[in-house]
T-cell receptor, first 116, second 110 residues
């Protein structure tokens, strides 16, 4: 079975340009997460979906970041316009939520963004 | 109220010695406490987890202990090997949150 698939793996853009990341979670997983990981730090939650609903987007900088999960499967994360401080690895993860807690998260390889 | 403090940030041990990493959280609604290992340039992967109705769980050389009253949990690695060298992240999860610690870089010296 395929794991969580992310694309692109690497992206280099100039500041003020837009960028989009795509994630295909593990089939059957109802929760999907986007995290941002800066070098040497832990993953920081940006947004969490349960099926197609964003249940926690409190950490998403909504002035420039947007996300969607149409049909409760694939998801895209967009940044427009990108700033120098957005350089990081963007990790997508999926899991199964039972109604009271979430278990193991399965991460994709990540999308490494460099903003020049 | 959702963050988790993780200590130490770096840890060097001799091969064969034990390593202990500790995390403290504040969200009393958390009921799931996983530990992830991330090798350089790779994705985080679960190595062990514990739920709030259990105090300790062991899997070969790895163990996790949870003190829900004090709101802290720890990762114990015994008989460390060079391949244990990586960054380890604790996390805690409740109904909606899934929050990670800042990470501990473990170096096992041969």
């Amino acid at each position: 079975e395929a794991g969580v698939v992310q694309s692109p793996r690497y992206k280099i853009i100039e500041k003020k340009q837009p960028v989009a990341f795509w994630c295909n979670p593990i089939s059957g997983h109802n929760t999907l997460y986007w995290y941002r990981q800066n070098l040497g730090q832990g993953p920081e939650l940006l947004i969490r979906y349960e099926n197609e609903e964003a249940v926690d987007d409190s950490q998403l900088p909504k002035d420039r970041f947007s996300a969607e999960r149409l049909k409760g499967v694939d998801s895209t994360l967009k940044i427009q316009p990108a700033e120098l401080g957005d350089s990081a690895v963007y990790l997508c993860a999926s899991g199964e939520y039972s109604g009271s807690s979430t278990g193991e998260l399965f991460f994709g390889e990540g999308s490494r963004l460099t903003v020049l | 109220g959702e963050n988790v403090e993780q200590h130490p940030s770096t840890l060097s041990v001799q091969e064969g010695d034990s390593a202990v990493i500790k995390c403290t959280y504040s969200d009393s609604a958390s009921n799931y406490f996983p530990w992830y290992k991330q090798e350089l340039g790779k994705r985080p992967q679960l190595i062990i987890d514990i739920r709030s109705n259990v105090g300790e769980k062991k899997d070969q050389r790895i163990a996790v202990t949870l003190n829900k009253t004090a709101k802290h949990f720890s990762l114990h690695i015994t008989e460390t090997q060079p391949e244990d060298s990586a960054v380890y992240f604790c996390a805690h999860s409740g109904t909606y949150k899934y929050i990670f610690g800042t990470g501990t870089r473990l170096k096992v010296l041969a």
